[in-house]
């Protein structure tokens, strides 16, 4: 058959990308198949189930490498060009066919097995590859035991591509990576460039069991590539950097899924696809997020064994095969005897989650099971939720179904003893360590006993982490007061862990930010409470980094310099700038190494103004010179953070030059401060129809609207968003774009509730005095 296809420039099917080797510019040729792209590159039957054994012969440049999934058989070379040959491929689905073609140096190493894994970067940057190789190599031979498999291809080569849409692409024996996602330099990159390179990996590699050995049979089941790749990513980072605490992590994961499950326009993980067009929107935190979180929850309700076993068996009866959500219960059931089918299906094949209204009666605990949504509206979802309780300690715990609408226990089966009757010590705790899919709501005699149990250190990380998650939720969805919110979050004052830190750091920031709009007057005082809540563990830790140091600290400390910069605290914000201008004339001074650099530039950012504009032109000098790109990332989340509405127009102008590729624009899109929301609205309608015309293509297009749309917080904004939309829609952005209406008007409606809060002000007054 002939055909003719098109070396195109929109990161997907067969494309070009840009980069410069030894000062010259050049042009690589690079593959992006998932979803639905191999049909641009040659004729097939491109769809998951459809497995083809591959035989590429490729006619390329002779000066060239050209990688693809399998080893080179044979070359020939003639003059100017040469014809690579490559062996056979298993069986397997046209969407993990990969070619890719430039210049490169590699590294290479090799699995307990002998497989050869290579990592290919720019010429002369190999040493930023050794990290990677080192977790692919590692991953490989977990994974190899994990799912009593071997890995399947003679080799594995990973690679990083200049100009890449997604984070990284798990084409069988070929793995695609932006640069960034790959790339690690012990000297330019962050403890948290390191985190996501390692889970990247893991990530990408568990998918050349789960997804590329064993596939989903259509786009409906996307989920156990993605959700599955997601947690067993976690897995295999754990046993590798235990010191990591990665599964307190994990509720990263869990708690973007309940994020975006708690509205009315998420989907269910298993979501009917009639057309190519509508799969690349469902690569999102319902199948990765919430996927890898129902996955959690069913390993702890089988245990870690049983599963593991179901796993392997799973693997080896599809392999070289593809499968449905229906045949991995069916595997599950048959290793474990539960009724997995009937457990798990209420949570695959329909959207959203129930929060549990637990209740104390007496010695009852009363349980009841509602569909939570963040409009406060209570959806028709039932589902069988694994609950587990303890109480007192978690040596006393309890675990049942709850099949039917309610259900109650007597607090005498908790197992253990405890402490008599009314003592104001007794908590309980439900969901334990966050394992389920689901929000609880206690009544307030149990949510003071809780909050008593956090004050006396008696909860585990993630336990701490679900209850100020949950308590969030609830007040954005007016189930719960602001206010109690506020008293909730300053039991969290002595608390130095990063994992809770991080979400309580980010709790502070949607809350700062809503009392904007929602109590302008109370706003400063607001932000002085969140501020003395993490100032105690940011003065600990410093600026400077010190010597044998824990990784989480270094996280840490970031994270923390980043939230109060964001909060606006003065005395940080001028300590990060002074280091900055340190930095600006020494680059290589170790005041501002790349772990806290996010946090000074961010608060050069916040003194920035078009009169006074040095900083801004300092970073984008930054920006030029830095040939690395998690420097370039982090520069461009910065630009459009400055209070000035020119400085922010600026930035996003910035993001139309070629100097930002196009792979890049979430940064920027990513960093917009809240005073730029309405000039950054304008900017996108004018510029929308070259906005469309270049980001369409890719799912790129989502970040626009959802960076742009969500911070809004009126009814008549949400009106005039969805009225400009109207005439404009497609379906690669309908989704986002209901998703951030649907966000908006949420926010509206907690702004009125918070304003009509009777005792806010006087709660925020007291405990500013407290802290005092
Ligand atoms: N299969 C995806 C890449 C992909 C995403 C292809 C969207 C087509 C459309 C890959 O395995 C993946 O999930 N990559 C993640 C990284 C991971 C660490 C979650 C990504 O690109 O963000
Ligand atoms: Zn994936």
Redesign the pocket.
């Known amino acids: 058959m002939d055909f003719t296809g098109t070396l195109n420039d929109q990161m997907r099917g067969f494309y070009r990308s840009k980069y410069v080797c030894n000062g010259e510019s050049r042009n690589m040729a690079v593959t992006?198949f998932?979803?639905a792209d191999a049909r641009r590159c040659f004729p097939c039957w491109d769809e998951p189930a459809f497995k083809a054994k591959f035989k590429l012969t490729l006619e390329v440049p002779s000066d060239l490498i050209a990688l693809s999934n399998m080893p080179v058989v044979k070359e020939t070379v003639s003059g100017p060009i040469k014809t690579v040959y490559y062996e056979e491929s298993p069986l397997m689905s046209t969407y993990l066919v990969a070619i890719v073609v430039g210049l490169f140096d590699y590294i290479e190493s090799s699995t307990s097995e002998g497989t050869k894994v290579r990592v290919y970067t720019q010429v002369g940057k190999t040493n930023q590859g050794t990290f990677a190789l080192d977790v692919g190599v590692k991953s490989l031979d977990l994974y190899k035991d994990y799912f009593a498999t071997p890995y399947p291809l003679p080799k594995l080569d990973m690679i990083a591509i200049p100009d890449f849409?997604?984070?990284?692409?798990?084409n069988y024996g070929l793995v695609t990576y932006?640069e960034t996602?790959l790339l690690y330099d012990e000297l330019q990159s962050s403890a948290s460039n390191k985190q996501?390179v390692a889970?990247?990996v893991a990530?990408?590699l568990a998918?050349q069991w789960f997804?590329n050995l064993v596939t989903m049979e259509w786009w409906t089941h996307l989920w156990l590539?993605?959700g599955f790749?997601?947690w067993v990513?976690y897995l295999a980072v754990d046993s590798l950097f235990p010191e990591w605490n990665n599964w307190t992590q994990f509720l990263d994961e869990t708690t973007s899924g309940l994020r975006l499950d708690a509205l009315a326009e998420s989907h269910p993980i298993e979501v009917e696809i009639n057309h190519a067009s509508e799969i690349?929107a469902i690569?999102d935190s319902i199948s990765?997020d919430k996927g890898a979180s129902v996955i959690r929850m069913l390993q702890s309700y089988l245990g870690a064994e049983r599963f593991q076993k179901a796993l392997a068996s799973y693997i080896k009866k599809y392999a070289y095969s593809n499968a449905k959500t229906e045949d991995l219960w069916a595997v599950l059931e048959e290793e474990s005897g539960e009724p997995v089918k009937d457990l798990m299906t209420t949570w695959t094949k329909q959207q959203g989650y129930p929060v549990i209204y637990a209740k104390l009666n007496g010695q009852y605990l009363e349980l009841e099971q509602a569909q939570f949504l963040s409009d406060g509206s209570s959806g028709t979802g039932m589902w069988i939720v694994p609950i587990t309780s303890c109480c007192g300690s978690y040596d006393a715990q309890k675990k049942f179904l709850l099949k039917e609408k309610t259900d109650k226990m007597h607090i005498k089966e908790f197992t253990a003893s405890q402490s008599s009757d009314g003592d104001k010590n007794i908590w309980i705790k439900l969901n334990i360590d966050q394992t389920g899919f689901y929000r609880v709501k206690y009544d307030d005699e149990l949510a003071a006993g809780l909050v008593n149990a956090i004050k006396a250190k008696k909860l585990s990380l993630m336990d701490k982490i679900g209850i100020v998650e949950d308590s969030y939720a609830l007040s954005v969805a007016r189930k719960q007061t602001l206010t109690s919110l506020l008293r909730l979050l300053n039991a969290y004052h002595d608390e130095s862990d990063y994992t809770v830190l991080s979400h309580v750091t980010s709790v502070c920031l949607s809350i700062s930010k809503i009392s904007v709009d929602a109590t302008p007057d109370l706003n400063n005082d607001i932000k002085k409470l969140l501020i003395n809540l993490l100032l105690p563990a940011a003065i600990k830790l410093g600026w400077d980094r010190k010597d044998g140091e824990s990784h989480l600290d270094v996280m840490l400390r970031s994270l923390l310099l980043i939230g109060l910069v964001r909060l606006g605290h003065n005395e940080t914000i001028n300590e990060g700038v002074r280091r900055f201008h340190i930095f600006f004339e020494d680059r290589k001074t170790s005041l501002l190494p790349p772990d806290t650099r996010k946090a000074a530039y961010l608060a050069v950012m916040r003194t920035v103004s078009m009169s006074n504009r040095s900083g801004y032109d300092a970073l984008l000098k930054i920006y030029r010179e830095t040939a690395e790109p998690q420097e370039k990332s982090r520069v461009l989340g910065s630009l459009s953070s400055s209070p000035d509405k020119d400085i922010v127009l600026e930035a996003l102008n910035f993001m139309f030059t070629d100097e930002v590729r196009n792979q890049d624009s979430y940064y920027i899109l990513g960093g917009i401060s809240l005073e730029g929301r309405d000039v950054a609205w304008t900017w996108l309608k004018t510029n929308w129809d070259h906005v469309l015309k270049t980001w369409n293509s890719s799912?790129l297009i989502s970040d626009f609207i959802n960076s742009i749309v969500s911070p809004f917080t009126s009814e008549e904004k949400a009106a005039e968003v969805s009225e400009f939309f109207a005439c404009r829609m497609k379906p690669s952005f309908q989704r986002a774009l209901k998703q951030s209406l649907e966000r908006v008007r949420i926010s509206a409606r907690w702004i009125e509730s918070i304003r009509s809060e009777p005792s806010l002000g006087e709660a925020v007054q007291e405990l500013l005095r407290g802290a005092a």
């Not at 849409?165 to 798990?170: N, S, Y």
Request: charged content about 20%; glycine content about 8%; cysteine-free.
């Open positions: 992006q998932e979803a849409a997604a984070g990284a692409m798990e932006r996602a996501q889970i990247t990530h990408e998918h997804g590539n993605e790749a997601s990513s690349d690569f990765y799912s």
